[in-house]
């Protein structure tokens, strides 16, 4: 399948490298065009099977972008930007992300010096060669020179955990503003996606100037990136937020549009058209009265935008009732079904962080957390919690030598466990995080494993087996009798380590059989499972356990971040292990 998105890449790539071999004009028609196919709201892959004059019916693409596309659907690739490709063989995308650095600049760079990544033009700044070349001088040099390292970071993604807070105390900041009538988050980390590309934040006010020289002035922006009068964009801790200011009578459309996803806005859209309405950022509307040019929905001046008779904009609820639909926690648009569902009145009724009653997985300074037993029990306790399980490490395979717990110190632990939880208000579950061996077999004895009162087991070696060695091993650990809990399943790093390949319905399937919950690690590094995954053990109709894996009182607070990922999961109270109370947690642990 060649998406839409795909498709628009490609243009763009297209016009880019036009323009860096000096092309003018052509380049321009290029990027419209992209844009319009981005937005399109019907797969362009399709369309294109019916033939180019259907393509060419898309606004702004004309015969000639039409026949390359249908080429690209047809073939995978385009014979001109192939050409276009091994005469100027640069890392276009990379390279273009350095501010100050544009198409063309790449593409005398290139004749000049030679240069094609990022590296290269990092070495050549630095021996100042690019001075050197005509149209060039020490400043330009300079400038591309600082803004390497800030290029490659935004090639990145941010982790959720790392974005999240700046958002949250921007959106607090900007609460404080006089002009500012109301402040949310959108894009994807409104859905909480696990890492995020940039923050989009979006403010409801009647003064757009004044909230922008707000948003530039407040004190945790690193730098200002760039200021309009509806729109601004800022970097704080790494992380790049951009600002829109809408009119309050418009808030909701906006919020709707611009939290995307976009594969949901855009099946959002097409039931609209169905409708004859015309749904964007700007509200819904009933053009059926109006005549086709005015109803011309490609046109992009704003008023042409705002045509026919307008049914929402103002609430973002009224957006979706207008359209039949109840209102979708944004956890869910990621096009998956929950229109659907959102039509037929059956979403699921998602789990909240209030409905956690404790956390089964957690380490003290027994192992490599930072805090004593009672610390850690009482921190739970301060948070309303009714139970604390706790979970260090047993030693075996990937735990440093002198962290883990063999089975003697585990004998011994049970003694201050006990004694802590005859002190606490909480119920107290004593516990062990043991090892997942590459072959499935665990590092703490049977016979103890049976008299704790939970088991959790994770891998924490050998994350590079083959899907079936990965599944096969997760699936014995999770029938093993005294198993109650499978910690981190892939053992993923966010940016940094895939972790295991995991067939995800067979282990969902298994787990659910034996009675074994999936943990969602609530660690901001990990989320794993990922939300996609934890969909697998719902439909198997299994258990999953947010945990934080806390190594401290403050990680207790990442609860937040596995209920949202569980949520993208499609998770409810009666799916989490730990959205029981005690009493049940006990009956269900084995
Ligand atoms: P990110 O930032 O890469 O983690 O992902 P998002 O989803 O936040 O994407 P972003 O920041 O590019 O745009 C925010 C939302 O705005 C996106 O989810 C959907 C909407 N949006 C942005 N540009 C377009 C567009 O060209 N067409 C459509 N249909 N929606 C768009
Ligand atoms: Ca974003
Ligand atoms: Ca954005
Ligand atoms: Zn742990």
Same mark, same amino acid.
């Given at each position: 399948m060649r998406s839409n998105d795909a498709v628009a890449r490609l243009l763009v790539e297209f016009a880019d490298r036009l323009e860096a071999t000096g092309v003018e004009y052509k380049p321009n028609a290029y990027r419209r065009a992209a844009e319009n196919v981005a937005d399109y709201p019907e797969p362009i892959d399709q369309l294109a099977e019916t033939g180019e004059d259907a393509v060419a019916e898309i606004d702004r693409v004309g015969d000639a972008i039409a026949s390359k596309i249908v080429e690209y659907v047809e073939t995978g690739s385009i014979d001109e930007l192939e050409d276009l490709r091994d005469s100027l063989p640069v890392e276009m995308a990379a390279l273009t992300s350095?501010?100050?650095?544009g198409p063309k600049t790449v593409g005398t760079l290139y004749e000049a010096l030679g240069i094609t990544t990022l590296d290269e033009l990092e070495t050549a700044a630095e021996a100042g060669e690019i001075q050197e070349v005509t149209g060039f001088g020490a400043k330009t040099e300079q400038n591309i020179r600082e803004n390497i390292p800030f290029a490659r970071q935004s090639q990145q993604r941010e982790r959720l955990g790392a974005a999240r807070p700046v958002a949250d105390d921007l959106c607090a900041y900007l609460d404080?503003?006089?002009?500012?009538?109301r402040v949310d988050v959108a894009g994807s980390i409104r859905r909480w996606k696990d890492t995020i590309g940039d923050v989009d934040v979006l403010v409801a006010s009647d003064d757009s100037e004044a909230v922008v020289a707000g948003f530039t002035e407040?004190?945790?922006?690193? !730098?200002?990136?760039e200021a309009g009068s509806h729109k601004a964009s800022l970097r704080a801790d790494g992380v790049r937020v951009d600002l829109r200011v809408v009119v309050p009578e418009e808030f909701g459309a906006a919020l709707q549009y611009f939290t995307g996803s976009k594969d949901h806005n855009v099946r959002l859209r097409n039931r609209a058209i169905a409708r004859d309405y015309k749904l964007n950022e700007y509200g819904l509307f009933d053009i059926s009265d109006l005549d086709t040019d005015a109803a011309d929905t490609t046109s992009d001046t704003a008023d042409s935008q705002r045509g026919g008779v307008k049914l929402a904009g103002q609430s973002e609820a009224a957006m979706y009732a207008e359209l039949g639909l109840a209102w979708i926690p944004?956890?869910?648009?990621?096009?998956?079904g929950e229109i659907d569902a959102a039509a037929e009145g059956t979403l699921p009724t998602l789990v909240e962080?209030? !409905?956690?009653?404790?956390?089964c997985h957690t380490h003290s300074e027994w192992s490599d957390g930072g805090n004593s037993i009672e610390e850690m029990v009482a921190a739970a306790a301060d948070r309303g919690d009714d139970f604390h399980c706790v979970t260090d490490h047993a030693t075996g395979p990937g735990i440093i030598e002198g962290i883990g717990l063999d089975d003697d110190a585990l004998r011994e632990q049970m003694v201050t466990v006990d004694a802590v939880a005859a002190d606490s208000d909480i119920t107290v579950f004593h516990g062990v995080e043991t090892n997942i061996a590459a072959d499935g077999s665990l590092s703490t004895d049977d016979e103890l494993l049976a008299e704790l009162d939970i088991v959790v087991a994770s891998p924490h070696s050998a994350l590079d087996q083959d899907t079936d060695a990965a599944t096969d091993r997760l699936c014995q650990a999770a029938t093993?009798?005294?198993?109650?809990v499978i910690g981190h399943p892939t053992g993923r790093l966010l940016n940094s380590r895939a972790g295991l390949s995991v067939d995800m319905t067979r282990l969902a399937e298994t787990a659910a059989a034996a009675d074994t919950a999936l943990e969602i690690n609530a660690t901001p590094a990990r989320l794993d499972l990922a939300g996609e995954a934890v969909r697998a053990v719902v439909e198997a109709g299994g258990t999953v356990a947010i945990n934080t894996d806390a190594h401290s009182p403050a990680e207790l607070d990442n609860r937040r971040y596995g209920v949202k990922t569980a949520r993208r999961g499609w998770v409810e109270p009666t799916d989490v292990l730990n959205a029981k109370p005690s009493s049940e947690l006990r009956a269900f642990l084995h």
């Open positions: 350095v501010e100050g650095v404080t503003l006089d002009t500012v009538a407040w004190g945790d922006a690193d !730098d200002v990136i944004p956890e869910l648009r990621e096009d998956t962080t209030g !409905d956690i009653n404790g956390d093993h009798p005294s198993v109650d």
